[in-house]
């Protein structure tokens, strides 16, 4: 885990990690966008009791980045001190069709390669700082959904009152 970025991301939280539990009210959307569980959370807290509802899971000991993801519906909620790794891996396992449909919570940063490696997909900028897990405060950082899969419209009916929604126009 590349310590200046957990430094950075971890300076207002009182802790020094960054697996956080999704917030309650993504993973209640999660559930009635997929109308349940999602079939693979590649960055599961706790195989005996997840925080997202899954049929499937990699835990931190099982690194999802060493697995190929094959699954109709994926929810990643990853350690954001990595996330040069794990959001260009995500869009590789849609691109590649092993998964269908993946819903991703990220930091918002736009000024990174690893953002644009999803630019063209449609997401949605959180309008408020979200409270990960047991965290004493709110993260120091924007959140956003981004949405790769067939129904855009449906992911910003279920998604949209979080935030303002985004299409890209760019060929």
Same mark, same amino acid.
């Given at each position: 885990m590349p310590s200046a970025a957990l430094a950075a991301l971890t300076a207002s939280t009182g802790n020094r990690k960054d697996t956080w539990n999704t917030p309650k009210e993504i993973v209640d959307k999660v559930v009635e966008y997929f109308g349940g569980p999602v079939e693979l959370d590649p960055c599961?807290?706790?195989?005996?009791? #997840?925080?997202? #509802?899954?049929?499937?899971?990699?835990?931190e000991e099982d690194d999802g980045l060493a697995h190929q993801w094959n699954a109709n519906s994926v929810f990643v909620n990853h350690p954001y001190s990595d996330s040069k790794s794990w959001i260009p891996y995500a869009r590789r396992m849609f691109d590649e069709g092993n998964v269908q449909e993946m819903i991703l919570l990220i930091k918002l940063d736009v000024s990174t390669k690893w953002y644009?490696?999803?630019?063209?997909?449609?997401?949605?900028?959180?309008?408020?700082?979200?409270?990960?897990?047991?965290?004493?405060?709110?993260? #120091?950082?924007?959140?956003?959904?981004?949405?790769?899969?067939?129904?855009?419209?449906?992911f910003f009916q279920v998604f949209g009152e979080l935030g303002n929604c985004y299409l890209s126009i760019n060929p």
């Open positions: 599961c807290n706790n195989r005996d009791n #997840p925080n997202v #509802p899954c049929f499937s899971c990699f835990t644009r490696s999803i630019a063209d997909r449609p997401w949605i900028a959180v309008n408020r700082r979200l409270r990960f897990g047991d965290a004493s405060g709110a993260a #120091p950082f924007q959140s956003a959904l981004f949405y790769l899969g067939p129904d855009p419209g449906r």
